[in-house]
């Protein structure tokens, strides 16, 4: 018996594409900041940016994923090399709000895009990320906050950096439970 899918859009397949590509792009960049906090002997952090890479990753596989029971064709692009030096914790964190706004942007663009072509399906499956952005901006001010109340205190570096070795797969915040 032969298998019936309805296919996406070219505009959707392809902005799903480029969704993918992004999710890479994220994790990639999280891998850089992970690196960057070892260089730094902050292995909180780093851990931190170690799941946050992983799980970036996940999301990747999971617009992969949708692209193919869809019956699109997924077609990975090229990644850009991400930055690989900081001038401190708090410009890492600002940078990561600010790629993580910039994230929820696309997924916006891209649950508008599925409105427009009345691809339910595709709406359906974004209205995850939509929530999922919420939550990555929310951990990421309150790291933020965190060392913009720290200020030039040293201890308060390493209480944090502690506080961050705390984050595995289970427990994606890093506070502890």
């Known amino acids: 018996m032969e298998r019936i899918v309805v296919m996406l ?3 959707v397949q392809d902005a799903l594409n480029g ?3 992004a999710e890479l792009y994220s994790s990639y960049l999280y891998l850089s900041m992970n690196a960057y906090f070892k260089s730094v002997n902050l292995d909180g952090f780093a851990n931190w940016m170690y799941y946050q890479a992983q799980e970036e990753l996940t999301y990747a596989m ?5 692209i193919n029971q869809r019956g699109g064709r ?3 692009l090229q990644i850009e090399a991400p930055p ?3 001038n401190s ?3 890492v964190f600002e940078a990561t709000l600010e790629h993580e706004q910039k994230v929820t942007g696309l997924i916006n663009d891209l649950v508008e ?3 427009a072509e009345h691809d339910h399906a595709s709406n359906i499956f974004l209205q995850w990320f939509v929530s999922e952005q919420v939550e990555e901006e929310e951990s990421v001010t309150g790291v933020l906050e965190q060392l913009k109340l720290m200020g030039e205190a040293k201890g308060g570096l390493f209480m944090i ?3 961050l070795s705390k984050r595995s797969p289970a427990n994606t915040s890093g506070e502890s439970e």
């Open 84 to 86: 690989t030096q900081w």
């Open 74 to 76: 997924v077609n990975l």
């Open 9 to 11: 859009s070219d505009k």
């Open 62 to 66: 999971e617009f992969y994923d949708f």
């Open 89 to 91: 914790p708090q410009a």
């Open 161 to 163: 950096d502690r506080e």
């Open 113 to 115: 895009l599925a409105l």
């Open 19 to 21: 969704q993918l590509n």
